[in-house]
């Protein structure tokens, strides 16, 4: 079992910076593949930002390449998201994801509860 608790979310004026945090128990988190994901009123839920399980590689989408950066801190549980230059269609429910991955092929897949990132002037 993985337990997940983001933090950091807020109210932010647009052009503004928020980091968000996420905080993992219950399992061994450099063994964790970790993504961010947010999900808009009236929306689908979207990747937002993904990093390997030693830190070694990420990837975004073409909406927050270069305002984004997604990091973690094995040492200390924890996953970050930092969020430069927000926008108001930035606005939505964060969400902190983890999954794992067995060597015979079974995959678990957990969620935080989210963190709001509200973007207005």
């Known amino acids: 079992q993985v337990q997940l608790v983001e933090s950091g979310g807020g109210l932010v004026q647009p052009g503004g910076s928020l980091r968000l945090s996420c905080v993992a128990s219950g399992s061994t988190f450099s063994s964790l593949a970790m993504s961010w994901y947010r999900q808009a009123p009236g929306k689908e839920r979207e990747l937002v930002a993904t990093?390997?399980?030693?830190?070694?590689?990420?990837t975004y989408p073409d909406s927050v390449k270069g305002r984004f950066t997604i990091s973690r801190d094995n040492a200390k549980n924890t996953l970050y998201l930092q969020m430069n230059s927000l926008k108001p269609e930035d606005a939505a429910l964060y969400y902190c994801?983890?999954?794992?991955?067995?060597?015979?092929?079974?995959?678990?897949?957990?969620w935080g509860q989210g963190t709001q990132v509200t973007v207005s002037s």
């Open positions: 990093i390997t399980s030693d830190g070694g590689s990420t």
């Open positions: 994801n983890a999954r794992r991955v067995r060597a015979w092929g079974a995959i678990s897949t957990y």
